[in-house]
């Protein structure tokens, strides 16, 4: 666990030494915590979890008076962020280090923060750059306000009473990313298994969240990938794309998709998301890990969601691999996420049918006749049931 003294042994070089402070920050905060919670109200979570030094927050009680400057959160650490400025601004960092201000409320209850999230920042630089003590337990800035999302990647939280208690009763969701255009569902065609409801899940949530899915097929060295199931994914209208992180096959024609978008990665652990960042971004070298062998599971490698820029435009945000994926919606939506079933399920004789047991049925007479796909009537089933279970 690390504590106040961990602070003494940060080392602040005077050449990039911010950059260098965000990746001390960075690694003290990955080492086995959640790092990515600031509740509503921009207080500390947890008196486990790392402290802001109380000097890093004397000034937010007057914040009024300093420069402001807007950017987009990069990184998250418990009771604060890594923001990176929109427009260039006088000072030499990069990244700003920034806490959170006593008086930051976010616009609404979903995660306070994500990256990807638009933020103004008021800015302590000045000055604190002549002393290499006062740098050290300085933040660089202070979060004031965080701009509506346009979109969110989100999955909803495990329910607990604590939860409720802090909350109130409303399921959260939790915020992987923000403002992202494209979710990049990723899948491998073995090593780990594909996994086609984990798809169907997340081309859900990518609805819900208002990104365009793209579904990336990875590790085609392995194994061809099933024509025919890419042909039924494309047949809802979402774009595949088969690639080899390996051989590099079909990295090209997936970095034209990105290029000048706001891309974020998703996928189970193992199946390659990091892998095609170190093809995608020149000179990144980010870790990846092997799958297990025993069981050919991901080993949850990428442990918080990290920004890079794209060589032709636009950024691309690798998240950790999920193991199961909830999907926090009524099961009186679900048709509509499911748009086959959608299109037929006026035809049932009963209006509110679910489609799973109801007397003249024209989604299951569908199903029979081959309209609709024997396996997105299986997901459709299986959401429904955990969504009612
Ligand atoms: N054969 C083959 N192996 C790949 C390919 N892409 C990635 N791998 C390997 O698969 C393993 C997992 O890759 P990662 O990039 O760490 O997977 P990830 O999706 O980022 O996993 P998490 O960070 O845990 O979510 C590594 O050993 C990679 O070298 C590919 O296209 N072909
Ligand atoms: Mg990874
Ligand atoms: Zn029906």
């Given at each position: 666990?690390?504590?106040?003294?961990?602070?003494?042994?940060?080392?602040?070089?005077?050449?990039?030494?911010?950059?260098?402070?965000?990746?001390?920050?960075?690694?003290?905060?990955?080492?086995?915590?959640?790092?990515?919670?600031?509740?509503?109200?921009?207080?500390?979570?947890?008196?486990?979890?790392?402290?802001?030094?109380?000097?890093?927050?004397?000034?937010?009680?007057?914040?009024?008076?300093?420069?402001?400057?807007?950017?987009?959160?990069?990184?998250?650490?418990?009771?604060?962020?890594?923001?990176?400025?929109?427009?260039?601004?006088?000072?030499?960092?990069?990244?700003?280090?920034?806490?959170?201000?006593?008086?930051?409320?976010?616009?609404?209850?979903?995660?306070?923060?994500?990256?990807?999230?638009?933020?103004?920042?008021?800015?302590?630089?000045?000055?604190?750059?002549?002393?290499?003590?006062?740098?050290?337990?300085?933040?660089?800035?202070?979060?004031?306000?965080?701009?509506?999302?346009?979109?969110?990647?989100?999955?909803?939280?495990?329910?607990?009473?604590?939860?409720?208690?802090?909350?109130?009763?409303?399921?959260?969701?939790?915020?992987?990313?923000?403002?992202?255009?494209v979710l990049l569902i990723v899948a491998?065609v073995?090593?780990?298994?594909f996994?086609r409801?984990?798809i169907d899940?997340f081309l859900?949530?990518a609805e819900?969240?208002?990104?365009k899915p793209v579904l990336v097929v990875n590790?085609t060295?392995?194994?061809p990938p099933d024509e025919t199931l890419l042909g039924e994914f494309r047949a809802l209208g979402v774009a595949v794309l088969p690639t080899?992180?390996?051989?590099?096959?079909g990295?090209?024609a997936l970095?034209g998709v990105?290029?000048?978008?706001?891309?974020?990665?998703?996928?189970?652990?193992?199946?390659?998301?990091?892998?095609?960042?170190?093809?995608?971004?020149?000179?990144?070298?980010?870790?990846?890990?092997?799958?297990?062998?025993?069981?050919?599971?991901?080993?949850?490698?990428?442990?918080?969601?990290?920004?890079?820029?794209?060589?032709?435009?636009?950024?691309?945000?690798?998240?950790?691999?999920?193991?199961?994926?909830?999907?926090?919606?009524?099961?009186?939506?679900?048709?509509?996420?499911f748009p086959e079933?959608?299109r037929?399920?006026?035809?049932?004789?009963?209006?509110?049918?679910?489609?799973?047991?109801?007397?003249?049925?024209?989604?299951?007479?569908?199903?029979?006749?081959g309209g609709i796909p024997?396996r997105r009537?299986?997901s459709?089933?299986?959401?429904?049931?955990?969504?009612?279970?």
């Amino acid at each position: 666990m690390l504590v106040g003294r961990g602070w003494d042994n940060i080392a602040v070089a005077r050449k990039g030494k911010s950059r260098r402070r965000i990746k001390d920050w960075h690694a003290r905060w990955q080492a086995g915590q959640e790092l990515d919670e600031v509740d509503a109200h921009g207080r500390r979570m947890s008196e486990r979890g790392v402290k802001l030094r109380q000097d890093r927050f004397a000034a937010s009680d007057d914040l009024d008076g300093l420069p402001r400057a807007d950017g987009m959160v990069t990184g998250l650490f418990r009771g604060g962020a890594t923001v990176r400025p929109l427009a260039p601004h006088g000072g030499d960092d990069a990244e700003w280090l920034c806490g959170i201000a006593k008086t930051f409320r976010p616009p609404s209850d979903a995660t306070p923060l994500a990256v990807g999230d638009i933020v103004t920042v008021a800015l302590l630089a000045a000055g604190h750059a002549d002393a290499a003590d006062a740098d050290r337990d300085r933040a660089d800035g202070m979060i004031l306000t965080r701009e509506e999302r346009t979109t969110a990647l989100a999955r909803p939280r495990p329910w607990s009473a604590k939860r409720r208690d802090r909350y109130g009763t409303e399921p959260r969701a939790k915020v992987i990313a923000a403002n992202m255009d494209v979710l990049l569902i990723v899948a491998a065609v073995k090593r780990p298994t594909f996994r086609r409801a984990l798809i169907d899940r997340f081309l859900i949530v990518a609805e819900h969240g208002g990104l365009k899915p793209v579904l990336v097929v990875n590790k085609t060295d392995l194994k061809p990938p099933d024509e025919t199931l890419l042909g039924e994914f494309r047949a809802l209208g979402v774009a595949v794309l088969p690639t080899s992180a390996r051989t590099g096959d079909g990295v090209g024609a997936l970095a034209g998709v990105l290029a000048g978008h706001k891309n974020v990665l998703a996928g189970a652990s193992g199946v390659g998301k990091t892998a095609l960042v170190n093809h995608l971004v020149p000179g990144t070298t980010a870790r990846t890990r092997s799958v297990r062998s025993k069981d050919d599971r991901g080993r949850h490698t990428t442990s918080s969601a990290a920004v890079y820029d794209l060589p032709d435009g636009g950024i691309l945000v690798d998240t950790p691999g999920v193991r199961e994926l909830g999907v926090n919606l009524d099961a009186a939506d679900l048709p509509w996420y499911f748009p086959e079933i959608e299109r037929v399920a006026s035809s049932c004789k009963f209006n509110n049918c679910t489609h799973t047991h109801e007397p003249d049925c024209a989604v299951r007479a569908a199903v029979e006749a081959g309209g609709i796909p024997a396996r997105r009537y299986d997901s459709y089933l299986r959401i429904l049931e955990s969504i009612e279970g």
